[in-house]
């Protein structure tokens, strides 16, 4: 299958700064991307949809000032917790691909992001 | 009412038997349905896509109720190796939608 990473894989940072966390197709080419949140024992949970050229559509309850979503060309897509506190604490992933033909999502391999 | 409900589990069950997870979804206009594995503190992966004719792959089996709004995965001589976390997803509006994930665990 298509291949998606992250990076980081996992930050650690300080209560107040701002966390960028990178999303790359590797060998196919993306028009739109997902971000989603996993809090602990619970399900992902859609933030955003990310399309590449255009702006990110935001899910209900998501702040669109707080995660900034930004999918300057077909391979990367970046999502940027801003001013993070220890409630942004989650794993963050990233999915990419189409609804056509075999409807297949390719999931990175996540971001912990834990806010002190 | 969750749009994607399953059983959490943790469903302990021993090497070689067979166990069954029940999913239910609420928008009945879904498009597509599938099952996910999650290991711990890694990525969901895709296990199966999910049909009404119902599908077998290896030691999986997966149905579809159209009219019940409820999808199924069977797994036959289950292994170490099948102990994760199954997560029921359907597809709708172009989004994905997760349950919350039934936790396996295959004992010796």
């Known amino acids: 299958g298509a291949v998606v990473s992250q990076h980081p894989s996992r930050v650690i940072c300080k209560s107040g700064t701002s966390v960028k966390i990178e999303c790359r197709s590797l060998?196919?080419?993306?028009?739109?991307m997902f971000w989603y949140r996993q809090f602990p024992k619970q399900s992902l949970m859609l933030m955003a949809t990310?399309?590449?050229?255009?702006?990110?559509?935001?899910e209900q309850g998501v702040e669109k000032d707080k995660f900034l979503i930004n999918h300057a060309s077909l391979t990367l897509s970046t999502l940027t917790v801003t001013s993070a506190h220890p409630e942004d604490s989650s794993f963050y992933i990233c999915?990419?691909?189409?609804?056509?033909?075999?409807?297949?999502?390719?999931f990175g391999p996540g971001t912990r992001l834990t806010v002190l | 009412r969750k749009e994607v409900e399953q059983d959490p589990g943790p469903f302990n069950v021993p090497e070689g038997a067979t166990v069954a997870f029940n999913c239910t979804y609420s928008?009945?206009?879904?498009?597509?349905f599938f099952w996910y594995r999650q290991d711990c503190r890694k990525e969901p992966k895709l296990l199966m896509s999910?049909?009404?004719s119902g599908n077998e792959d290896g030691r999986f089996t997966a149905q579809l109720n159209r009219a019940s709004q409820y999808i199924s995965l069977l797994i036959r001589d289950s292994k170490l190796s099948d102990s994760a976390t199954y997560l029921c997803?359907?597809?709708?509006?172009?989004?994905?939608?997760f349950g919350t994930g039934t936790r396996l665990t295959i004992i010796p």
């Open positions: 999915s990419a691909g189409t609804f056509a033909g075999g409807n297949e999502q390719f």
């Open positions: 060998d196919f080419q993306a028009t739109t």
């Open positions: 990310s399309n590449e050229g255009s702006k990110a559509t935001y």
């Open positions: 928008n009945s206009a879904s498009q597509s």
């Open positions: 999910v049909y009404s």
């Open positions: 997803v359907v597809l709708g509006n172009e989004k994905l939608t």
